[in-house]
């Protein structure tokens, strides 16, 4: 529930189709999901490279960057993992509003946190990109050591060891990274884009 009161939401002069057509392009929200070491920050920063090539107004707001700022009070409790989320939901729809392309790069491992994002957008504009990869690669990969950290006990509540990951009913895209590559991720993502007239 909200502790502000006596606000009014301010309706801006310029629209969010104004914006849209003074780009060229339509705005969105990459919302990419999946465990750690799946890839997601490699493939959404592929994208966002991609998208800039194009000319393309577009950003990327990653997980462990969040947390060096806006989100650097939150640990990683249900709780705080929840408010993560719904912060990260606002800030990408300012992003939308304004006309963007935001890709963001979360283990977001609660389906009904990312339920609730996705109710802060209109038809079209949240995109969940599910990067599906198996449990025992994400361990093989393992870039930051974590999943070592986590069986030793060392960090605990750690998504896929003692914290669950309900994977996505209804993502718009899935991809297999073990079995698809960065460039062919980015083809698929961009295909997707194009036939939704977004790009």
Known sequence: ?????????????????????????????????????????????????????????????DGDNIRHGLNKDLGFSEHDRTENIRRIGEVAKLFVDSGNIVTTAFISPFRSDRDQVRALFEEGEFIEIFINCPIDECERRDPKQLYAKARRGEIKDFTGIDSPYEAPEKAEIIIDSSKVTVDGAVEQILNYLKGKNII
Not at 20 to 47: D, E, M, P, Y
Not at 49 to 58: A, P, Q, T
């Open 1 to 61: 529930m909200s502790k502000s009161t006596n606000i009014t939401w301010h309706e801006t002069t310029i629209t969010k189709q104004d914006r849209r057509a003074q780009n060229g392009h339509g705005s969105c929200t990459l919302w990419f999901t999946g465990l750690s070491g799946s890839g997601k920050s490699t493939i959404a920063n592929a994208v966002s490279n991609e998208l800039f090539r194009l000319g393309i107004h577009e950003y990327v707001l």
